[in-house]
């Protein structure tokens, strides 16, 4: 590769993937392997005055233990607003609120249920490399337009070669990931 148009593509192309594989890990950190982890809370949205505001930025998350999760809201009316945002994301939490924290204990998890959430897990990876592939897809279609602007038929070559190679890396990045976080979910 020793066209200088092309430098700029594969720099799109490693910060795309990059994006790519970074999203599929934050998606797995949410997905609960019957531990308490305040990353299982990112995705609550709680009622702030008529907003709609991520937990964090009404309440201090922490972990008081392997299976607990304590919320300790900044203002002591927001209890009822935080207990309906844990309910209403659909984690299969249930929180309590004891008049000053609310604590969501963590579950341990079945077997059958530990299948489900590997399940998901698949799921979320497969959609990862269809990510993956349509950044290919979408580089692979730059390389081409500039083919036609004059880049040697050699050069466009060596340039399809390459992205096959990074998005092949990459594909093995996502399996990597997959893997062990199925053996994380497997673990009892």
């Known amino acids: 590769m020793s066209d200088p148009r092309l430098t700029p593509v594969f720099n799109e192309l490693k910060s795309a993937m990059d994006i790519a594989v970074e999203h599929a890990s934050h998606e797995f950190a949410k997905i609960r392997a019957g531990k308490a982890h305040i990353s299982m809370l990112d995705s609550v949205k709680v009622d702030y005055y008529g907003n709609l505001v991520p937990l964090n930025q009404v309440a201090n998350v922490s972990t008081t233990d392997a299976k607990t999760i ?18 209403v994301a659909n984690l299969g939490l249930n929180p309590s609120n004891d ?15 530990r299948k489900d959430i590997v399940k998901k897990v698949k799921a979320e990876a497969e959609h990862a490399k269809v990510a993956v592939r349509n950044i290919r ?10 083919q036609k602007e004059g880049l040697p038929e050699d050069e466009v070559k060596v340039a399809e070669t390459q992205v096959q190679k ?3 890396g990459y594909i093995k990045k996502i399996d990597d990931i997959t893997a062990a976080k199925e053996v994380e979910l497997m673990t009892v």
């Open 70 to 87: 304590s919320v300790q809201p900044w203002e002591k009316s927001m209890l009822q607003a935080i207990e309906k945002g844990i309910i």
């Open 99 to 113: 008049g000053i924290v609310v604590r969501v204990s963590v579950p341990a998890l079945t077997e059958d249920r």
């Open 166 to 168: 990074s998005v092949d």
């Open 137 to 146: 897809k979408d580089i692979n279609e730059t390389i081409k337009r500039l």
